[in-house]
Nanobody, 124 residues
Framework: QMQLVESGGGLVQAGGSLRLSCAAS????????MGWFRQAPGKEREFVAA????????YYADSVKGRFAISRDNAKNTVYLQMNSLKPEDTAVYYC?????????????????WGQGTQVTVSS
């Protein structure tokens, strides 16, 4: 089992920034592709960003490209999501997830482990 714990969510005004963190334990962190997903009320969970096992490759949803940045520190078993220029439509519960896949994947069904989520609210 891998345990994932997100932190860093909160309330921010439109145009502001937040940095989410996800601390992993229980498995070899560097063996997993890591992803961030989000779910707004009444909507399906959607892909936000993912990062390769080494951190050399990243992939973003079009809706966040240029505003969000995913990174990881394998020495600290932590993945981050830097969110800039936040918009009210970014309001959601944000989840980190891990997959044993060797390539970056945006499909939530293939992710093996999930955190409990952290709320991000962007006011207009």
């Amino acid at each position: 089992q891998m345990q994932l714990v997100e932190s860093g969510g909160g309330l921010v005004q439109a145009g502001g920034s937040l940095r989410l963190s996800c601390a992993a334990s229980g498995r070899t962190f560097s063996s997993y592709v890591m992803g961030w997903f989000r779910q707004a009320p009444g909507k399906e969970r959607e892909f936000v960003a993912a990062i390769s096992r080494s951190g050399s490759s990243t992939y973003y949803a079009d809706s966040v490209k240029g505003r969000f940045a995913i990174s990881r520190d394998n020495a600290k078993n932590t993945v981050y999501l830097q969110m800039n220029s936040l918009k009210p439509e970014d309001t959601a519960v944000y989840y980190c997830a891990s997959t044993i896949s060797i390539v970056i994947i945006a499909t939530p069904d293939v992710y093996n482990y999930w955190g409990q989520g952290t709320q991000v609210t962007v006011s207009s």
